[in-house]
């Protein structure tokens, strides 16, 4: 009987061999080879699943915006304004393996987007996206009086998302772990919840 294969399966594997490898020698440096060897397959079998090597890597970035987005859903769930954006700061800062490779591939291809016009257009979208749902929790945030009423969600989901950034970028390039990056991003979320205006009763 021809065994069974999974085909998301097979692909999330490749993928994720893909950020291994993203993660040890950079973006540039990635081939299908090398892919191939670390997946524990073929060159042939990568072929059956991908059309070439950016067709692969762009899965691979694909690949951490949907596991990101599943996180964030998961973890936010009954949750609203700060206490929700929380669970979004600890949910894609790289704190852990699988958060710490999603940010290295995410960061690697902030430069292969220059140059290329349709990863360009992709990752803006994610951007959006991301700001979006930023948003989306500092508005429930300011309609809960959490933070202060004159705050504008728009703006400060943009500082919120540079914080973010930053703060990944330190984790990915010190020793995993040694950089309490949830912890610092809270602190933000807690000045945010003393600022004047705020109404801290009730």
Known sequence: MPKIVDRELRREGVVEATWRLIARVGI?????????AEAGCSTGVIG????????????ALRLVWARERARIASRTAGRRGLDALGEVLASVLPVGGEQYLEMTVWVSFWSRAFGD???????????????????????TARDDHEIDPGCDPAEQARHLAALI?????????????????VGMARRHLDALRSAPGVDIVG
């Open 28 to 36: 540039d440096r990635v081939s299908i080879r090398d892919i191939a």
């Open 165 to 181: 950034d930053g703060l990944g970028i330190q984790a990915i390039f010190e020793p995993e772990g040694s950089l309490d990056v």
């Open 117 to 139: 016009p349709a990863l360009a257009a992709e990752q803006r979208r994610y951007y959006r996206e991301w700001l979006e749902l930023l948003r989306r929790h500092l508005e």
């Open 48 to 59: 059956h699943y991908f059309r070439d090597k950016d067709d692969i890597l762009r899965s």
